[in-house]
């Protein structure tokens, strides 16, 4: 038998009181014993997001969510800002580019965040752009976007609106939904939520909503306004993922019972430790500013494989990690801590490419990462 360990950037482990509720028998999606599920899922959404306003929930992965973001509040032609600084920031490219939006991207080297300024001017240049598009963690580069920076750049266009896929950042960072004026943000079950894949959340402020009232690209499947009464009735417009949706309540539990600050500090202890101990292996970062705390990406040591580092964890030691995406295929391996995260998945992890690395015939001393590690989460 191999024990396996998932510490790859989602789909993330669910925790066991989660994995016990979604055992339950299913329960009518239009019947009195769902509705005040769902009712509790929608409340704790705006507690996570820390918005009063809407979140959606949906029943798809988080790219849905980003589709869905794209044909609710915007038409063919609309102008559209993109960041792209990796292989998501590419996928509202192409999403923007599918729905027939006017893209214009900001493209930044992998490993880099975009300068707020960039953003700045390009909207001084042309007021008309209707969407700044952006991902809060970059996952395929280990990057954090300055959010906050951005949100209070576009909150001064009225006709402009923020969309955030924080579907990797989310309970990862601090993300002020209302505070710093995110117009819409996206997440995802499988990530920092800790549960199986298959739900995206939608958040949507009173100034997004205004653009959906005008938006005309085609819709049926997502259509947030219809999503939007079927939420005030503690509904969603089609059959509810039942199951998912009561396992959303247990891990909601589970964070407030924690609390927001907390959950975020975890995520900071995890990534930083991860970071320093790898740094003590000669490790280079891939991420060259910014890290995210939701997954650690590293090089692969000069005439290493990153996808054979990625391969040796997983048949080797169970543990499955992550590569590298699209140009960074091959150059580097990723290690997540997020969602239902410890110190012990980042021993685990750090241990585990301490050996893998050795075996390849990197020059380290097993345990000095992993003493670095433990020396930052001994409390
Ligand atoms: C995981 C992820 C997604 C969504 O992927 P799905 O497979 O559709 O759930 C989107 N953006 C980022 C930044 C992600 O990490």
Partial sequence: MLKRYLLAPGPTPVPPEALLAMAMPIIHHRSPDFLPVLESAKKGLQWLYQTENDV??????????????????????????????????????????????DVKEIKIDWGYTVKPEEVEKALRDDPSIKGVFVQASETSTGVYHDIRALASIVKKYEDTILVVDAISALVAHDLKMDDWGIDVMIGGSQKGLMLPPGLAFIGVSEKAWAFAGKATSPKFYFNFQKERESLAKNQTSFTSPVSLIIGLNESLKILRAEGLENAFRRHEELANATREAAKALGLEMFTRESPSNAVTALEAPTGMDGQEIYKNLRVKYGITAAGGQGQAKGKIFRIAHLGYAGTFDVITAIAGVEMVLKGMGHPLELGTGVAVAQKLLMV
């Avoid at 959606?56 to 915007?74: E, H, Q």
């Fill in 56 to 101: 959606l929930i949906i029943c798809s992965t988080g790219t849905g969510g980003m589709v869905g973001a794209v044909n609710n509040f915007f038409s063919p032609g609309d102008k559209a800002l993109v960041v792209n600084a990796g292989n998501f920031g590419e996928r509202w490219t192409k999403i923007c580019a599918g729905y027939n939006l």
